[in-house]
C-alpha cells in the first residue's frame, strides 16, 4: 500500500514530498497531529536496513523535521516500529511524527 502511495497511485493527504520520501497524515491517528513519513524507495523494516539505505535514512529525518516544524511543533515524537511484534502493521519502512498534545501545566498546590 505504501508503495503505491508512494508512487501516487493512491490518494493520501500528502504535507511534504521530495525525490526521496514522501509525508501523508495517518488515516488512524493516535495524536492531534500523525503524520507518516516513507521512503519512496521500497526498504521492508528498519530490521532490512543496509548502508545502502543512509541516504533514504537522512532524508526521512531530514523530512520529519521540516514537516514537524511546517505543522507549528515545537515538541513532538519520532517513532519506528519494527516487525509485528514491534507493532509494524505495513511492510514499507515508515517513521511516524507525532505531537499537537497540548501542554499541562500543574495545579497550584495552595499549601
Partial sequence: MFC????GALPADVVFESSQVKA???IHPKAPIHVLVIPKVHIASVAALTA????????????AKDVAAGEGL???KVLF????EGG??????HLHILGGWKEHKPKSLNI
Fill in 52 to 63: 545502502a539505505h543512509d541516504g533514504a535514512i537522512a532524508a526521512m529525518l531530514h523530512a
Fill in 4 to 7: 503505491k502511495i508512494a508512487e
Fill in 74 to 76: 515545537v515538541g513532538y
Fill in 24 to 26: 501523508f497524515r495517518d
Fill in 88 to 93: 509494524q502493521m505495513v511492510d514499507h519502512l
Fill in 81 to 84: 516500529n519494527v516487525g509485528r
